[in-house]
């Protein structure tokens, strides 16, 4: 382990950088009961400070400095341009409560986001608000019950295949609904005789994942969106995956109602650990009045906000949502184009299919049919009792992060993998050599696998003691 700050702190010692005081000492203003009895901040000079904080950085593992094939989170290399636009001070410096006249480019940037991201769809209408894709979720499901509220339908149910995002029941739970699991056939796709088992007259909504989590698409969605649509029901699209479809296949052409998208996976912006993100919510025109306000709207040349939508289900987001995760995602779509995007989603195909068939001939494979962006691997294969957390551990000694690991659950010891469209054929390589290399090193030294990581600044963990009595405040001097 690292020290910390506070095990490297030495009594006295400091920059000596800053003047004197040469103010009286405000000395009987705050009561003595209230006075720090001690000083529990650190004291280092700055060199130390500096080197502290660099070798804390080195530790740090990102797109930036590693494969990150975290599956279904699309960690993908997030070109820098972008970051350098966000960072112009007429963007950066914007003030939320300035006046519409004054912000004119924001707007129209915002706007033109808009627009790009309706033709991306196919879909009428959308708003930038929602902060990322489970609260794009929870606002597509709340204007799922508004449009029914305003149709005087009591519907209370949302039906989720069990290959979908784990976000799903949880946004529907949120918004009051409840939910029905629909299964999955052996083609890892919706069953369509348990969907019509379910389809009933109290189904609101279906949500699909599409592609679903195990990087398959939906051969029948056309059946699926019909089935529902004839049962008075709406199809919701979680559009996380969008990066497998883009130039390629629209939404609104496979009859989706509404969906979201996560601007800061499939159009670039670096995230991780929380966020920023942006989820945008397209729908259809006939849900077109319960979208949040305000609006963003234009007459002329001129650019204004919209508050008067009588059908909205209101704001759900301060101010106008992340406009800098919005400014990255339109430097990314202008700077690649139609053509751009296509090639993005071909690329991302391409590098998930490659490598699924090179690892299928070592790890099992539930659901073999050709993949999207991502695909599913387990460790039934694995000798002497290896399984998914010890190769995931192991990985992290070959400098990768580990793919998304027992998820999604119907593929029992399940690995997630997603290579992104913007690895190259050789880091693809290494990639399927060092999970190889796990599996031999399995059968013949299945200790040293199980013992794993040995190169990371914190090595194997008790993850029942983690979990159990998880210490979430920072302690000084603590020392488990």
Do not use: W
Not at 1 to 22: A, C, N, Q
Not at 181 to 208: P, R, V, W, Y
Request: proline share 6%.
């Amino acid at each position: 382990m690292t020290e910390t700050i506070f095990e490297k702190s030495r009594p006295g010692r400091e920059t000596g950088y800053l003047p004197e005081l040469d103010v009286p000492e405000a000395n009987g203003i705050i009561p003595e009961e209230f006075l720090r009895k001690s000083n529990s901040l650190p004291e280092l000079n700055e060199v130390e400070i500096i080197r502290h904080f660099n070798e804390l950085s080195k530790k740090n593992f990102g797109v930036d400095n590693g494969f990150y094939p975290l599956g279904s989170c699309t960690m993908k290399y997030n070109p820098k341009i972008s970051e350098e636009l966000a960072a112009l001070s007429g963007f950066a410096g914007v003030h939320p409560y300035a006046k519409e006249e004054d912000v004119q480019g924001s707007l129209q940037l915002m706007y033109g986001l808009q627009e790009q991201l309706k033709e991306i769809t196919g879909m009428h209408s959308i708003t930038l608000q929602p902060a990322a894709g489970a609260h794009g979720e929870l606002t597509g499901l709340m204007m799922v019950k508004a449009y029914f509220k305003s149709r005087k339908e009591k519907r209370n149910i949302i039906l989720t295949p069990d290959s979908s995002h784990g976000t799903n029941p949880a946004s529907a739970a949120m918004c009051n609904f409840e939910t029905v699991t629909i299964k999955s056939n052996e083609k890892g796709q919706t069953d369509i005789e348990d969907l019509k088992a379910n389809l009933t007259g109290d189904a609101a909504a279906i949500m699909l994942t599409i592609p679903n989590t195990l990087g398959i698409f939906e051969e029948k969605i056309l059946e699926i969106t019909k089935l529902a649509h004839d049962n008075g029901s709406l199809v919701y699209m979680d559009g996380a995956n969008m990066n497998a479809l883009l130039g390629k296949a629209r939404p609104e052409d496979m009859d989706i109602d509404i969906l979201h998208l996560n601007l800061h996976k499939t159009f670039s912006a670096p995230h991780g650990c929380g966020g920023p993100g942006c989820g945008p919510v397209a729908a259809t025109r006939e849900l077109e009045p319960f979208l949040p306000v305000p609006r963003i709207e234009k007459t002329g040349n001129r650019y204004f906000l919209n508050r008067n939508k009588p059908s909205s289900i209101g704001r759900i987001k301060s101010f106008y949502g992340n406009f800098q995760v919005m400014i990255k995602a339109c430097t990314y779509i202008n700077a690649l184009g139609t053509d751009g995007l296509k090639k993005v989603s071909k690329h991302a195909v391409l590098n998930a299919n490659y490598l699924k068939e090179k690892l299928k001939q070592h790890f099992n494979l539930k659901y073999d049919y050709l993949c999207k962006h991502e695909f599913v691997l387990d460790d039934s294969k694995m000798p002497n009792h290896i399984t998914t957390l010890d190769i995931a551990k192991g990985l992290l000694d070959y400098n990768f992060h580990p793919p998304t690991i027992y998820f999604p659950l119907i593929v029992e010891g399940a690995m997630m993998i997603e290579p992104t469209e913007t690895e190259n054929k050789d880091t693809l390589d290494k990639f399927a050599h060092a999970l190889i290399k796990i599996k031999e090193q399995a059968a013949t030294a299945p200790k040293i696998i199980k013992n794993s990581p040995y190169k990371t600044p914190v090595k194997r963990l008790d993850e029942v003691q983690a979990a159990r009595k998880p210490v979430l405040k920072f302690s000084p001097g603590l020392k488990n």
